[in-house]
Nanobody, 124 residues
């Protein structure tokens, strides 16, 4: 059984940076596209970023374009989210997710595997 475990969340001031990691155990992630989503209290889960299996293509939600970067290291079975210029509105629980299909999707329902989430809090 594949498990995804996020780490790297925490409290940071506005304008600061954080790097999230998501490591997989139990199965290689190289056959999955990987994504990051976030969910703030009282809000729906929001697409943040996606990276294809090889790491050659990336996609971002409009609210994070130019500030966040998704990357992956298939040898380490890990996906990353570098978050720069953080804003208070970036505060949320961040989840990594894996999608077996090659068709690009930003819908959470299309991702088969999920981590437990890591809290990111950005203070003003």
């Amino acid at each position: 059984q594949v498990q995804l475990v996020e780490s790297g969340g925490g409290l940071v001031q506005a304008g600061g940076s954080l790097r999230l990691s998501c490591a997989a155990s139990g199965r290689t992630l190289s056959s999955y596209a990987l994504g990051w989503f976030r969910q703030a209290p009282g809000k729906e889960r929001e697409f943040v970023a996606r990276i294809n299996r090889s790491g050659s293509r990336t996609y971002y939600g409009d609210s994070v374009k130019g500030r966040f970067t998704i990357s992956r290291d298939n040898a380490k079975n890990t996906v990353y989210l570098q978050m720069n210029s953080l804003k208070p509105e970036d505060t949320a629980v961040y989840y990594c997710a894996a999608d077996e299909n090659i068709v690009v999707t930003i819908r959470a329902i299309d991702y088969e595997l999920w981590g437990q989430g890591t809290q990111v809090t950005v203070s003003p």
